[in-house]
């Protein structure tokens, strides 16, 4: 339930449009003030609701600011649920603070950072899932990021976990209903089938879970860094990535000695690829710096390939144990140009080697299959059940995983069992902002542009 206390009566006014010149320039006004404002600004006497009227705007001394568009919308038929007053003027930025300082005049307040938003989720116009969606639709780098959040803002995330949400309570209000009225001769557990609807559900949250791990890393991107001897061919490829000439290219070892970074679209991905200073034995204190750059870039990356000259190179790199057992890596066999065999991909020491020549661009589309791949990212566009995520979902959606296992290993104890269930039933109320701390809400739309 929303705390009644964080909602006020309190006009806000903010600049909706993007920073700088634009054609169109646009101020939000929401709360109870709204239509007053307006009216005062435009000398209408009765704004109608959903209508668009061509107005002129005027500051208190009845000089002409602009003229352009009012659009008006009476709650609770708005955006935030509440009188929402939108001026739409020329998109000049003195302009806009102009027209915003003459709202702010007439009794309306500076929005802060997602008030807007944050109004619509107190107001029961959108859950703080479909919230988190707006700020992540207008942050979205790629198309793919775009359609997953519309996926989240549209509601399929919050459905799934309200779903499954239902299903929780009504066991657990099935449990606890036996408890209170107990027959010794009826094993309830058995006879309501508990443990297969548990097992129905474990499973749906166990997909739910690695879908939204897919969706963070679309929304967010992943770190990806090259790793390999000096002159191996890191720089070059990193640039074949970005179609920029980012990095140096050279005969001279040792070239890059800091990490050169650059935020590249993978297949509808964003990714962070980070060209690190090859690694060898060096006396050079600037060189040997950039290594230490590298083993800590090493540890930080979702995905490493190390580019080889040669494969057997792989085992050097595994003797040095320069990255976790855990880590995703991807061998890149570089400079085939120079070998007798063309581009081909194979296993190593557990890992996929992808052959290729980054000077005379062969072999990428291999390799970035493999890197989609890797990260458990194929066939994004036939899936569209994808949505956005963030990390406090992911961690939710764990909670509630340790909290069905705990379930499982209490059938004998079913009063463990439906604490168990009402753990989950909290988890899952926290992803859509059922029952949220008030200052987790802070903390969320704080990180909100101002104007939404």
């Given at each position: 339930?929303?705390?009644?206390?964080?909602i006020?009566?309190?006009?806000?006014?903010?600049?909706?449009?993007?920073a700088?010149?634009?054609?169109?320039?646009?101020?939000?006004?929401s709360?109870?003030?709204?239509?007053?404002?307006?009216k005062?600004?435009?000398?209408?006497?009765?704004?109608?609701?959903?209508?668009?009227?061509?107005?002129?705007?005027?500051?208190?001394?009845?000089?002409l600011?602009?003229k352009?568009?009012?659009?008006?919308?009476?709650?609770?038929?708005s955006?935030?649920?509440?009188d929402?007053?939108?001026?739409?003027?020329?998109?000049?930025?003195?302009?806009?603070?102009?027209?915003?300082?003459?709202?702010?005049?007439?009794?309306?307040?500076?929005?802060?950072?997602?008030?807007?938003?944050?109004?619509?989720?107190?107001?029961?116009?959108?859950?703080?899932?479909?919230?988190?969606?707006?700020?992540?639709?207008?942050?979205?780098?790629?198309?793919?990021?775009?359609?997953?959040?519309?996926?989240?803002?549209k509601?399929?995330?919050?459905?799934?976990?309200?779903?499954?949400?239902?299903?929780?309570?009504d066991?657990?209000?099935?449990i606890?209903?036996?408890?209170?009225?107990?027959?010794?001769?009826?094993?309830?557990?058995?006879?309501?089938?508990?443990?297969?609807?548990?097992?129905?559900?474990?499973?749906?949250?166990?997909?739910?879970?690695?879908?939204?791990?897919?969706?963070?890393?679309?929304?967010?991107?992943?770190?990806?860094?090259?790793?390999?001897?000096?002159?191996?061919?890191?720089?070059?490829?990193?640039?074949?990535?970005?179609?920029?000439?980012?990095?140096?290219?050279?005969?001279?070892?040792?070239?890059?000695?800091?990490?050169?970074?650059?935020?590249?679209?993978?297949?509808?991905?964003?990714?962070?690829?980070?060209?690190?200073?090859?690694?060898?034995?060096?006396?050079?204190?600037?060189?040997?710096?950039?290594?230490?750059k590298?083993?800590?870039?090493?540890?930080?990356?979702?995905?490493?390939?190390?580019?080889l000259?040669?494969?057997?190179?792989?085992?050097?790199?595994?003797?040095?144990?320069?990255?976790?057992?855990?880590?995703?890596?991807?061998?890149?066999?570089?400079?085939?140009?120079?070998?007798?065999?063309?581009?081909?991909?194979?296993?190593?020491?557990?890992?996929?080697?992808?052959?290729?020549?980054?000077?005379?661009?062969?072999?990428?589309?291999?390799l970035?299959?493999?890197?989609?791949?890797?990260?458990?990212?194929?066939?994004?566009?036939?899936?569209?059940?994808?949505f956005?995520a963030?990390?406090?979902?992911?961690?939710?959606?764990?909670?509630?995983?340790?909290?069905?296992?705990?379930?499982?290993?209490?059938?004998?104890?079913?009063?463990?069992?439906?604490?168990e269930?009402?753990?989950?039933?909290?988890?899952?109320?926290?992803?859509?902002?059922?029952?949220?701390?008030?200052?987790?809400?802070?903390?969320?739309?704080?990180?909100?542009?101002?104007?939404?």
């Open positions: 339930m929303v705390n009644p206390s964080l006020n009566d309190v006009t806000i006014a903010a600049i909706a449009s993007a700088g010149v634009g054609g169109v320039g646009i101020i939000r006004i709360g109870s003030r709204s239509f007053d404002i307006a005062k600004i435009t000398g209408i006497k009765e704004i109608q609701s959903h209508k668009v009227n061509l107005v002129s705007f005027k500051d208190q001394n009845g000089n600011i602009d352009g568009l009012l659009l008006a919308f009476k709650s609770p038929k955006y935030t649920g509440e929402v007053i939108e001026f739409q003027v020329h998109g000049g930025p003195t302009l806009l603070h102009y027209l915003l300082e003459e709202t702010l005049q007439r009794g309306a307040r500076i929005a802060e950072p997602g008030e807007f938003t944050k109004r619509a989720f107190l107001n029961n116009k959108i859950d703080l899932a479909q919230a988190e969606a707006v700020a992540d639709i207008i942050s979205a780098s790629t198309y793919n990021a775009v359609i997953n959040a519309a996926s989240s803002l509601g399929n995330f919050s459905f799934k976990i309200n779903s499954l949400q239902k299903k929780i309570i066991i657990r209000m099935y606890e209903a036996c408890l209170d009225f107990p027959d010794e001769d009826i094993d309830f557990i058995k006879k309501g089938q508990i443990k297969e609807k548990l097992l129905i559900i474990k499973q749906e949250i166990d997909e739910l879970l690695l879908v939204a791990k897919k969706g963070q890393i679309i929304q967010d991107g992943f770190q990806m860094c090259l790793v390999g001897k000096p002159n191996v061919g890191k720089s070059t490829l990193i640039n074949l990535f970005s179609q920029e000439d980012l990095a140096i290219v050279t005969d001279i070892p040792g070239t890059t000695r800091d990490p050169v970074r650059a935020l590249i679209n993978l297949s509808g991905i964003p990714i962070k690829i980070v060209d690190t200073a090859g690694i060898r034995e060096t006396s050079d204190s600037i060189e040997k710096a950039g290594i230490d590298t083993l800590a870039t090493i540890k930080s990356s979702s995905l490493v390939l190390f580019v000259e040669h494969e057997d190179e792989v085992d050097q790199y595994i003797d040095q144990g320069i990255f976790s057992h855990d880590a995703k890596i991807i061998w890149v066999l570089n400079k085939i140009d120079l070998l007798p065999h063309k581009i081909y991909q194979k296993e190593v020491k557990g890992y996929p080697l992808i052959a290729i020549s980054a000077k005379f661009n062969i072999g990428l589309e291999l970035e299959k493999q890197i989609i791949k890797s990260l458990g990212l194929r066939n994004l566009e036939a899936n569209e059940q994808i956005s963030r990390q406090r979902h992911i961690e939710a959606l764990s909670d509630i995983m340790t909290h069905m296992n705990e379930a499982f290993n209490n059938f004998e104890h079913p009063e463990l069992l439906a604490e269930l009402l753990l989950i039933q909290k988890s899952m109320s926290s992803i859509t902002g059922e029952f949220t701390a008030d200052d987790l809400l802070g903390e969320i739309f704080s990180r909100f542009c101002i104007g939404k």
